[in-house]
């Protein structure tokens, strides 16, 4: 059983480089998201999409973009690259709407460091 | 006082033993509660909800006391594959599910 599904599992950027980072999901689920984590700050909500078509801001949106192509993936852009992006990205999914009582299954991680 | 807290640990403990954690939330109109286990370098995974009148699961028990607004945690008969950071999630009903900074539980034999 696939779950959830993010592409690569590492990245090395140079400031200034751009990059997409993909997540796919085979459950069916309805809503996905975009989260970061670094050492002391615990998991922060870049971006999540409740349906197809659909995204929202989370708590940390500045410097990405994300694309809900159809139901089952939810991709997550840098344009232009920071250090302060250099983060583990987790990418999750949920059966139900993001504020319902519907738990997240996460993927791997991808681990991005920017120079 | 922030959304979710928890204390960063690291609880160290023997094989055996019982080990609680708590986690405390400001926002009084929080529904949901649910606990995460994360292993070093891997992703979240859920462990349990928490529900109103309390729930156990094996070794594993979850409480929410309401009017103190905290959840909490309790592991008994500690195993070594118990090591982890466990983080606290709390959805405040208006937004998504807010995580805590985690609390780092050390087994040891």
């Known amino acids: 059983n696939a779950g959830v599904t993010q592409t690569p599992k590492f990245q090395v950027l140079k400031t200034g480089q751009s990059m997409t980072l993909q997540c796919a999901q085979d459950m069916n689920h309805n809503s996905m998201y975009w989260y970061r984590q670094d050492p002391g700050m615990g998991l922060r909500l870049i971006y999540y999409?409740?349906?197809?078509?659909?995204?929202d801001k989370g708590e940390v949106p500045n410097g990405y973009n994300v694309s809900r192509l159809n139901k089952r993936e939810f991709s997550l852009r840098l344009e232009s690259a920071a250090p302060s992006q250099t983060s583990v990205y987790f990418c999750a999914s949920s059966e139900g709407a993001a504020t319902s009582n519907s738990p997240l299954h996460f993927g791997n991680g991808t681990r991005l460091t920017v120079t | 006082r922030k959304e979710v807290e928890q204390d960063p640990g690291p609880f160290n403990v023997p094989e055996g033993a019982t080990v609680a954690f708590n986690c405390t939330y400001s926002n009084s109109a929080s529904q949901s509660f649910f606990w995460y286990r994360q292993d070093c370098r891997k992703e979240p995974k859920l462990l349990m909800s928490v529900y109103s009148s309390g729930n156990e699961d094996g070794r594993f028990t979850a409480q929410l006391n309401r009017a103190s607004q905290y959840i909490s945690l309790l592991i008994r008969d500690s195993k070594l594959s118990d090591s982890a950071t466990y983080l606290c999630v709390v959805i405040p009903g208006y937004s998504t599910l807010t995580f805590g900074k985690g609390t780092m539980l050390l087994v040891s034999p």
């Open positions: 999409s409740a349906s197809e078509g659909t995204t």
